[in-house]
């Protein structure tokens, strides 16, 4: 009984005196917090409410989203829930409200026949341009196009197959392949065309760029499928081949293809529910509208200066006000 | 299945000066018709390669593949109206819920508190208060320690996060897999019908059945506990039906001769006689669970693998490393906890457990404290909010750039070595797989089968390879068995050398092991990202990330069966002088054979666990045909059948394996071991 006894007249002391340390250096109370929290509750009147802003796995995507979703939480008070999805599940979540917002769509004729209202169930809305152009095509690094001009040509590509030969291409030259989410056409481009090369994939973003990187340090020979906006063309230059040029309808059945990837004028797509709502991020949405020197500059920050996607945000929030504000009119 | 037959015995004891065993004929005279099948197989092969290699495109897909697509398509199409979907989906709503009420108890804001309802503070000590009472206070030291850890290095959320999900996967695996466990441990019947799911749950690449998953539970949490559930429910089911099966005739008659009734039987004597088995199933479940933090942040499932699929993004390794590390942390403590308590209950239900005074005392005072905590945690943020520490984000610069030293220091080396192997060894072997015409293959493995396995190997390689043949990704298959099989080789050579030497020297084995352990633990994503600096999108790569997963498992194995070869024969052959090589190669490992096919059998579906990781780095092949499946919906039922395919591959390389050993199949927790079961962590035995 003692034991028990001073056992406990140790912890009541031990405890109080935590607590006078804690409280005197400020810890802060939470009651204070909550009545204010409550007060703020009962000022705002429902106005933004829920903001399921979808993240698409490329970094120059979750530069536009959280640019967006930052605006939205710290203007319109919306709770911003930033889901990292794949674009396929993003779209399948517009029916059941979990997301609301892809700000990034690179074209996906597939997704728009089975969820826009013309063909499919309606669940999704195109919600027009959002100023970034999309380009996708062959490219080399820099070093290349500067040391063999003539390699910029597509013709000249079987001269020099050869040199771009790894052991994974098999004895042909090894053509470097997108992350499998990507619109593309390459194994038909080379075959269609009698090129002498094997395409490998290289799987993400992130495998691509060590590989074009690499390329340019060490002065090998690399060709892969890449795009704009993009923030490592800012790091390396990465210079593109022309392809057949594109025409109206060329790229329409996959096996066929012979032609360069149109230009795509990158599109915002969103749950038609939430469109329809009241929600004051619905305008902000559809204003929303920057460039791809905007996103490349916010995707630096991120994946070359290593920002958290919050502060890269806020970063070129705080320093393009004004464009901020014609998003809010 | 064969549960009568023998149990695979380790080596027999052998009497004292016995002579060194001779080493067995009949295994050794196999090799001889093999190499005549692949001589032959390579004669036909000259005449024949690059005819009928069934190869198809990477993004290319066949009718059968759309027929596939269009069973999502339908479901999706009729999700308003499918009343399946209506009952699934209030399921996940209730699992949302779960998951967003303890989040608020714990690591979210509280509405209209700025703050979880419990604060850091309480919960540490409140975990460290259940480690307390269900172990002992080692383990709780180890969780606070934990605990802290979490928070230092600035993923307190992530990891709460983690908890939750695994936590309410592990109770419902409980919920649904001990009855079933109970049903197969004493039913025949049903565990033949069961198992072959169960092997069939563990096989099948997550990344095939995460977009159904998302039509029937939706995204986020709800995604997240479904599909660890699938992955993770599988190992308690066998475990516990192994530990009832095991529990002697002799007990069951005995007290049957009492007149006791099936739930007596049941309850009184199977199930109590059997807890320390099931007890080891939880944990190799929950162990399952955390390893499926990764892939379910593929769907925005909550948890430690948000940041490291971040780091794999923007190709950040130290960004990577910290939370892969975290996962490690957080399997140790859960592992070391869920053993310590059931060796408690052990002790406790033998009439052990220590003086209960003192240890009611600990209860009660502890319990003070845990309250006196989740008090202060209640009232002061700053015991509510994990205070910012900068060491995680040094330690993630100090991974990165050492990394980078590495890659720059030793990058020509690495390019070399990848290159003599793929063209040496990986190139010349795919040649003769995938290059020979499909029939040929098809009757060259289903000999080799027949020549290490016989007539049982056969008739299942015979179905497998038909099955796979049909799903029309053959040339990939064949691809993805030549990637399977050199990492398996380069495994079995790494389990050569350092099990033989880990069983020879105690403190080689106190050292490697933890690192062993890490490897099992860690997710694959984090070391990805070093490997791919080093050798760039190849098949290499997926064949190292294979390895790194594999060697682990392996190693151990051998480690184990060679340290467990008698020291009285080991004693006899020194007695005749013979030299450190001759006692391993011509004692050790001989008697410690049957480990060794094991250790092969477990290397080859570990490095084909990983073929969806590898086909995310370059290395094409089924892989990346399902990760294709999941990228693009239109293309989901090429990824179906790429999932069966790899599927088929285990089960074929499984059986003729098994027969090859003549191992029964089992599903024990001990060195006899299951199908695609997880090895146990921890130190040496």
Known sequence: MRTARTRGARLGAVAAIATLVLSACGGGSIDDQTEANEDAAGDAGGECGDLNMAVNPWVGY??????????????????????????????????????????????HPDLEKKFFAEEGDGTATDFGPQGNVGIIGWFVPPWLAEEHPDILDWENLNKYASEFATSESGGKGQFLGADPSYVQFDESIVSNLDLDFQVVFSGSEAASIEAFRKAEENKEWVIGYWYEPQYFNAEVAMQRVALPPYTEGCQDDPATVACDYPETELKKIVGTEWSESDSTAVALVQNFTWTNEDQNVVAGYIAADGMSPEEAAQKWID????????WLQ | MTTTAPAPTAPKPVEPGAAPPVPERQSLSRWIPAAAVVAVWIIVWTLTKGNDTLALPGTARTDLHDRLTEFQNDLLAGRATNPVMQFTNSIADALRGAVEWLQKMVVLPSFPRPVPEIGWLGVTALATYVGLVVANWRIALLVLGSFLSFGVFGYWQDSLDLLIITGISVVIAVVIGLPLGVLIGTNKRANAIVTPVLDFMQTMPTFVYLLPIVLFFGIGPSAAVVSTLIYALPPLIRIAGFGIREVSTTTIEATDSAGQTYWQRLVKVQIPMARKTIIVGLNQTTLAALSMATLAAFVNGPGLGKPVLAGLRINDVGTAFVPGALIVVMAIMLDRTTTAASERAEKVARGGGGNVRVRRAMIIGGAVVALVCIYLSRTYVSLAEFPTYTIGDKVASGVSDGVDWFTDTFGGATEWIKDLITNQFLNRTQALLADSPWWLSFIAIAALAFVFGGVRALVSTIVCLAGMWYFDLWNDAMKTLNMTLVATVLVMILALVFGVWMARDRRVDLGIRPL???????????????????????????????????????????????????????EAGRSTGQTTWQEITKVQLPMAKGSLVLATNQGLLYVLAMTVIGGLVGAGALGYDVVYGFSRSEAWGKGLAAGITIVLLGVMLDRITRAAADVRRDDGPTTRRAFNIRLPIGPPR
């Open chain 1, 319 to 326: 320093e393009n006000g004004d464009k901020v504000d014609a």
């Open chain 1, 62 to 107: 979750e530069a536009s989203a959280y640019v967006v979703g930052e605006v939205a939480k710290a203007e319109l008070g919306c709770t911003v829930n930033y889901k990292e999805l794949k674009e396929d599940v993003s779209w399948q979540g517009f029916g059941t409200g979990e997301v609301d917002v892809v700000i990034e769509d690179w074209g």
């Open chain 2, 516 to 570: 062993l352990d890490a490897g099992q633990t860690i997710p694959p994503f984090v070391y990805l990202i070093p490997v791919l600096a080093l050798f760039g999108p190849s098949r290499f790569t997926a064949i190292t990330a294979g390895i790194v997963y594999a060697a682990p498992a392996a190693i151990k194995l051998v480690a184990d069966g060679v340290k467990a070869v008698s020291p009285t024969t080991i």
